[in-house]
C-alpha cells in the first residue's frame, strides 16, 4: 500500500534561512507526487506538482526515485511562508485520482 | 471561476443521528473527492465520484456513503453518527487526466461536531 511520511510535524526558520521540509514515500509504481499548503484561514490549495518541475513562490521539490523521497526546499524563507505543508502521492490504480497524504509539516518563519 | 463550496459550514449532530452534506465542484470539473481531517488521522480519503458512479473508496465503514449527481454535485451521507466522526470534511473537485493525476480544488470544509 501506498504511504507518505513527513517526520517533522513542526519546523521552525528564521526569516531568510533555507528551508526543506522532508517528504518520502513509498509506492509500488511510477508516483505522482504534490505539495499542498494551507496558510492560516485559508483552503488547502496546491503549491507544486512534480511533474511540472516548477518553482512556485520561490519553492521547489526533485523526485529522487533512488531515496523514494520528494523534499519541498527554499533557499530563503519569508515570514508569509508560515503555514501547513502537505506532501501527497496521487494512486492512479483503478483509473481514479485518489491522493494519500502525509500528516503535515508546520512551517513556522521566525523573524 | 467559482472555487468548490460546501455547505453546511459547520454541523452539530447528535449520536446515532444522520448527516448529509453538499459539495458544488468547480464548473467544469467532473470528478468529486471527499476527505476527512482529523487531528489524530490527518487527511484521509474517503471517496472519489466521476460522472455519478464511485470510482474509488477508502477505508471507511458502509455509514459513510456519498453519490453524484448529473451536473457533477456532490453529496456525502453519515449514517448512525458516532463521537468519532467529529472531523472537517474536505471535498475537492479536479478535471480528469486519463493516466494522470490532477491537482485537486479544496472547498473550506464542513465541520461536523458529534455530540
Known amino acids: 500500500a501506498q504511504r507518505v511520511t513527513q517526520p517533522e510535524k513542526l519546523l521552525s526558520v528564521f526569516k531568510g534561512a533555507p528551508v526543506e521540509l522532508k517528504c518520502n514515500y513509498s509506492?509500488?509504481?511510477?508516483?505522482?507526487l504534490f505539495w499542498y499548503v494551507q496558510y492560516s484561514r485559508q483552503r488547502l490549495q496546491l503549491l507544486l506538482r512534480?511533474?511540472s518541475r516548477e518553482s512556485i513562490k520561490g519553492f521547489t521539490a526533485d523526485l529522487n526515485k533512488g531515496e523514494t523521497s520528494f523534499h519541498l526546499k527554499k533557499p530563503f524563507a519569508q515570514e508569509e511562508d508560515s503555514a501547513m505543508y502537505y506532501c501527497?502521492?496521487?494512486?492512479?490504480?483503478?483509473?481514479?485520482?485518489?491522493?494519500?497524504f502525509g500528516t503535515g509539516t508546520q512551517l513556522k518563519v521566525e523573524l | 471561476k467559482a472555487g468548490v463550496t460546501q455547505t453546511p459550514r459547520y454541523l452539530i449532530k447528535t449520536r446515532g443521528q444522520q448527516v448529509t452534506l453538499s459539495c458544488s465542484p468547480i464548473s467544469g470539473h467532473r470528478s468529486v473527492s471527499w476527505y476527512q481531517q482529523t487531528p489524530g488521522q490527518g487527511l484521509q480519503f474517503l471517496f472519489e465520484y466521476f460522472s455519478e458512479t464511485q470510482r474509488n473508496k477508502g477505508n471507511f465503514p458502509g455509514r459513510f456513503s456519498g453519490r453524484q449527481f448529473s451536473n457533477s454535485r456532490s453529496e456525502m451521507n453519515v449514517s448512525t453518527l458516532e463521537l468519532g466522526d467529529s472531523a472537517l470534511y474536505l471535498c475537492a473537485s479536479s478535471l480528469v487526466i486519463q493516466g494522470a493525476g490532477s491537482p485537486l480544488h479544496f472547498g473550506n470544509g464542513t465541520r461536523l461536531t458529534v455530540t
Open positions: 509506492y509500488s509504481g511510477s508516483p505522482e
Open positions: 512534480h511533474i
Open positions: 501527497a502521492l496521487s494512486d492512479l490504480t483503478g483509473g481514479g485520482n485518489k491522493l494519500t
